[in-house]
């Protein structure tokens, strides 16, 4: 069974940092591309961050270029999402997700990702 915790988010003041993490377990990790969402009250999920399986390859949505960095550490099964220079526009809940297919690569679309985390809230204050 697959299971992915997410953890790290708060209220920050603008201009803040935070670092979510996303813990996977019940399959082998390092096998699979992995990414971050986020949704904000009265919208769709949006894409964040994506990331390949040995974290190769990266990509971000447009807005949070040069500002949060994807990662993962693949011996401790374990996402993260550095977020710095935070601003309220940040503000929603993230989520981790997986996709189910250790060949699938990584992708921008919401709808491919078989496995989601619960979320975790990043609240930033102006």
């Known amino acids: 069974q697959v299971q992915l915790v997410e953890s790290g988010g708060g209220l920050v003041q603008a201009g803040g940092s935070l670092r979510l993490s996303c813990a996977a377990s019940?399959?082998?990790?390092?096998?699979?591309?992995m990414g971050w969402f986020r949704q904000a009250p009265g919208k769709e999920r949006e894409f964040v961050a994506i990331?390949?399986?040995?974290?190769?390859?990266?990509l971000y949505e447009d807005s949070v270029k040069g500002r949060f960095t994807i990662s993962r550490d693949n011996a401790k099964n374990t996402l993260y999402l550095q977020m710095d220079s935070l601003k309220p526009e940040d503000t929603a809940v993230y989520y981790c997700?997986?996709?189910?297919?250790?060949?699938?690569?990584?992708?921008?679309?919401?709808?491919?990702?078989?496995?989601w985390g619960q979320g975790t809230q990043v609240t930033v204050s102006s």
């Open positions: 997700a997986s996709r189910s297919r250790s060949w699938d690569p990584a992708t921008a679309d919401a709808s491919d990702y078989a496995y």
């Open positions: 990331i390949s399986r040995s974290s190769g390859s990266t």
């Open positions: 019940g399959r082998t990790f390092s096998s699979y591309a």
